[in-house]
Structure formats: structure tokens, C-alpha cells
């Protein structure tokens, strides 16, 4: 009797440990998806416009984007353009377990290259709300800053202990910073998984700055995080009930995340592409 149940819990919790796994898995898979389809358009439309000189259509579908004689804001808004595909394209680099296991110099380098970029993209962009306006609300303006805060403070913590060779808190701060540094790329969709469920731009506001913007400037960082905190707590020292009911949560959380990839990807990045 006693080794039955220790065989249907040793089942139990190796099935929670793949379930949990598993979840993992299908939520790289749609990230990685996503962050294709968003450098992909990055790349054509603003890569596309900037060859060929068109500076009407990167002003008509940015915020503050190509301001005609703001040579030093026009400066940034590339810059900032440019180091958005590279350091999207980067992370999903480093998400691939293939390449940290079977390229592990590129693995390196192009992390030191993701986090110079990190906190430049992060000053940058600092610039780009508080001298040049470009955004729609005072908090706005306060949730892009502390993303832009805290993924600095991540990048450096990634960087030290990796030069302390303590790679387990390396892979963890360097998730941190992941996700932080696409806030933009949450805040897409999840403004488009949001408009689907609810069939129209509820709390949007006409000037883009209703309620549901401005949670959503927070949520699109704070959210990731606190999932990301939940999953490897569980995955230290959860039981198999608590992996199971992650794994679950994950699997529905990864399916709003498809949900608003493919309404970022119909309705705004694929109609300029």
C-alpha cells in the first residue's frame, strides 16, 4: 500500500513537472512567433520609409515620430527605432536553448550586445517622453520611465552576476530584463487581445489616453513580471498541485497572448507592410 502511493505521487508529480514544462514550451514558441512578426515589421515599415525618404508616413503612425527641423528628436526617434529591432531580435536570440548550448559565443556576445542596448534604448527613450512629448498623458509618461528604470537596474544585474559566474541569478535577471524591455511589444498586444474581446476600443479614449491605456502602461511590465515571479517560485518549490494549476495558467495566458499577436499582426502591422 505504502509503495502504491508513493508510485502515484512520484507519477502525480512527474506529470506536473511536464505539464509545467510543457507550458513553458508553447509560450516560447508564440513569443518567439510574436517577436519575429513585430522586427519583421520594424524592419519594413520604418526601414522601408527611411530608404526610400518617407518621412509623412513614420510621422503619421508614430507618436511624435519625424518632427520636420528637430534634428536632435529626429536623431533619437531613428536611434531609438533601430535599437528596438535589435534588441527584439537579440532577446529572441537569446530565449533559443539551442543556440545557449550550441553557440554559446554568440550566446555571449550577442547578450552584451542586448543589455548596451538595453540601457540605451532606456535613456533614449527618456529623452523621447519628457523633452520631446512623446506621449499622450502625464502617466504615461511616469509608467514608460519606470519601465525604462527598472530594465537598467535589471541590465546591470544580469551583467554582475554573470561576472560572478553565478549563471542561475544571470538567467533569472536576465529574463527580468526580457520582459521589461518589451513593454512596448506587450502594450501592442495586449491593447489588440483587448479590443477583440471586447469588439471595440472600450476605455481607449479618442486622444488614446482612456483609462484602459493607462493601466495598460503599467500592466504592460508589471504583469510580466509578477508571472514570471509566480512560475519560478513554483518551479523551486511548488507541489505538483501548484505546477499544474502555473502550467494552466500559463497555457491560458500564452493564448491571449496569441489572440493579441495575431490582432497586432491583422490590423497594424500587417496593413503598412
Keep these: 500500500m505504502t509503495e502504491a502511493i508513493i508510485t502515484r505521487q512520484a507519477n502525480w508529480t512527474s506529470a506536473a513537472n511536464k505539464a509545467l514544462k510543457l507550458s513553458t514550451s508553447f509560450w516560447l514558441i508564440i513569443a518567439i512567433i510574436g517577436q519575429l512578426a513585430f ?32 534634428i536632435a528628436g529626429n536623431f533619437f526617434f531613428i536611434s531609438h527605432i533601430l535599437m528596438a529591432a535589435t534588441i527584439t531580435l537579440g532577446g ?32 533614449g527613450g527618456f529623452y523621447l517622453v519628457w523633452v520631446r512629448g512623446a506621449t499622450t498623458s502625464f502617466l ?39 520582459l521589461l524591455v ?25 486622444n488614446f489616453d482612456g483609462p484602459f491605456v493607462i493601466t495598460l502602461g503599467f500592466a504592460q511590465f508589471v504583469i510580466p513580471l509578477a508571472v514570471l515571479e509566480l512560475y519560478l517560485r513554483v518551479q523551486d518549490h511548488g507541489g505538483a498541485g501548484a505546477k499544474f494549476t502555473m502550467a494552466a495558467g500559463l497555457f491560458a495566458l500564452t493564448a491571449l497572448m496569441a489572440l493579441g499577436i495575431f490582432g497586432a499582426f491583422m490590423f ?5 507592410l
Design 182 to 206: 518589451n513593454g512596448v511589444w506587450f502594450f501592442r498586444i495586449g491593447l489588440f487581445a483587448w479590443i477583440i474581446l471586447n469588439q471595440g476600443p472600450v476605455g481607449v479614449g479618442e
Design 39 to 70: 522586427v519583421y515589421y520594424i524592419a519594413v515599415h520604418y526601414g522601408g520609409a527611411a530608404i526610400s525618404g518617407d518621412k509623412e508616413t513614420v510621422a503619421a503612425t508614430t507618436l511624435k515620430g519625424h518632427v520636420s527641423g528637430d
Design 140 to 178: 504615461g509618461s511616469i509608467s514608460v520611465s519606470l519601465n525604462g528604470v527598472l530594465i537598467m537596474l535589471c541590465a546591470v544585474l544580469t551583467w554582475h552576476f554573470v561576472r560572478r559566474r553565478d549563471i542561475a541569478r544571470h538567467r533569472r535577471w536576465a529574463l527580468r530584463t526580457f
Design 92 to 123: 529572441t536570440l537569446q530565449l533559443i536553448p539551442q543556440i545557449r548550448k550550441r553557440a554559446i559565443g554568440l550566446h555571449r556576445w550577442n547578450g552584451r550586445v542586448f543589455l548596451v542596448t538595453a540601457l540605451a534604448i532606456s535613456l
Design 268 to 272: 497594424m502591422w500587417l496593413p503598412f
